[in-house]
């Protein structure tokens, strides 16, 4: 397995969608597998990118940015593309999630799943492990849903016990779809 990352720090007065007053950290992570990795493993690493990109960054840039910035919106993306960026393999790469994730602990899917599956949440700031975990493990609920899976409680359960978390309540915050 091979793994590279890439951070970018979009400073304000980047041109963006929101009239460049924001600033937007993102981190890119690749791996490059024969074999699929555990859902559990897909999940820690984006529970790292998120503490990554609404934490750390901020905490350390925190001297060039303005006072008033908060940590307050995250995205993350499970992408699997068809194309590896050359004319000769262009669409013809098979390379579903299913192929690169294993995410068999969540059940059965009833649509095929495709190339890319991605989930957005407001953030209260920064955020810490268990944190990132908990928003983690909706954000992959949310997903299987998306895609079509009936009821992945019990792979969503399992994956929580994995990353250490408990059952999620009323007052975890952004607690799974119940």
Known sequence: MGISSLVSVRLPGYPAP????????SVDVALSLQEPIEMFQAAMILRDGLVLVATALP???????????I?????VHLLAAKNDGTLKTQDKRKND??????????????REMGQ????????????????AADLVCEAIEHMAYAAGNVDPRRGIQQLRDEMG?????????NAGLQ
């Open 59 to 69: 905490e350390a840039l925190a001297a060039i940015l303005p006072s008033e910035a």
């Open 97 to 110: 999630l299913l192929d690169r994730i294993d995410l068999s602990p969540l059940g059965t899917f009833t």
């Open 18 to 25: 929101t009239g460049g007053a924001s600033v937007c950290f």
């Open 116 to 131: 890319l599956m991605g989930f957005a949440a407001e953030l209260p700031g920064p955020l810490s492990d268990r944190e």
């Open 71 to 75: 940590s307050n919106y995250a995205e």
């Open 165 to 173: 978390l408990l059952p999620p309540t009323s007052t975890t915050p």
